[in-house]
């Protein structure tokens, strides 16, 4: 929608009055929809993603978030322009934190660049700080980026690491395919020919408990083959392609559950969200990108916003 004023807290505000926000306290808005008669609710932060003091202890079902780290001599070259957002590097207190808004046995999804000479000692400590805060190791996947090349440092590059953890055992999102199958022949169910997740479907429409095992919904994948945005048509040089995401989203969750993006940047994640029908906290602490993921969010969603009172 067009507003008047450019100044991100001007433009807000104007949505607020125009209903398209649901302002839930300083730089806190809300949108709620409905999809398939159930409710979906997406929040955006405008604040430090490394800060999740207004979220509940076992709050989240799912973290999926790629933070901007500082190692500068990794982001450098080409038309890259990260050194312009606030770089940090992760601390003990940042798994700390992941692990206390996180169900117990939830997936940490976190997007790492690909093993350098510059980086590979913080890819280790990264591991060992979350290890150390009660996550577990779960698997790592690479994103390959289509037929992108990268053609810096060392060596020619394509892909970024997706690095899975659970905090500590992980959930059973994976489908017990052989006890679903004898659940629905002891009932009679006709299920020859069909998939685990038919068999799934089936048992469900008849009342019948579905069974799960230990681990993602379904085996990962050996890599993630999406191809990235043109440079000049991405809002941030990070970001990350929504089918990506979805993707992503499917293994580590179930529909209408919370998930959170502390460093959400384009908002991509959002739009994921909302398309697999979960529910979405986007952090993003950069005024200006927080402006554009907002933009992008309502450009790909037909939604409104409305005023509330909220109390931490």
């Not at 606030?86 to 117990?104: A, P």
């Not at 993630?224 to 499917?250: C, G, R, T, W």
Request: with cysteine; hydrophobic share 35%.
């Amino acid at each position: 929608m067009q507003v008047n004023n450019e100044s991100i807290r001007a433009r807000i505000y104007e949505g607020v009055d125009k209903g398209i926000f649901k302002k839930i306290s300083r730089g806190v808005y809300k949108v709620t929809s409905q999809i398939k008669g159930k409710e979906n609710t997406c929040i955006l932060i405008n604040g430090d993603g490394r800060d999740l003091s207004m979220l509940e202890d076992k709050s989240v079902d799912g973290i999926i978030t790629d933070h901007p780290y500082n190692l500068k001599k990794a982001l450098t070259g080409g038309n890259r322009k990260f050194a312009t957002f606030e770089l940090f590097r992760y601390e003990s207190k940042d798994f700390k934190e992941k692990q206390r808004v996180l169900k117990e046995g939830a997936f940490l999804v976190e997007f790492l660049p690909e093993e350098s000479e510059v980086n590979f000692d913080y890819l280790y400590e990264i591991k060992k700080l979350a290890q150390q805060n009660g996550f577990k190791y779960f698997a790592k996947v690479a994103w390959k980026k289509g037929n992108f090349i990268s053609n810096t440092g060392r060596k020619s590059k394509n892909c970024e690491d997706v690095m899975i953890f659970s905090n500590g055992e992980p959930r059973s999102l994976k489908l017990d395919a052989k006890k679903n199958l004898a659940i629905a022949n002891e009932n009679g169910l006709d299920v020859k020919g069909k998939s685990s997740y038919e068999v799934r479907d089936m048992l469900q429409e008849n009342n019948l408990d579905v069974y799960y095992m230990k681990g993602t919904n379904g085996m990962l994948p050996t890599v993630f083959d999406y191809q990235p945005k043109n440079s000049k048509d991405k809002i941030m040089e990070a970001e990350k392609p929504v089918e990506l995401i979805e993707e992503i989203i499917e293994y580590i969750s179930k529909p209408y559950e919370t998930l959170l993006d502390q460093f959400a940047g384009s908002g991509n994640f959002v739009v994921a969200c909302y398309n697999k029908q979960r529910n979405a906290i986007a952090i993003e602490n950069d005024g200006k990108m927080f402006n554009k993921m907002k933009d992008n969010i309502e450009s790909n969603l037909n939604t409104a916003f409305e005023e509330i009172d909220y109390d931490y």
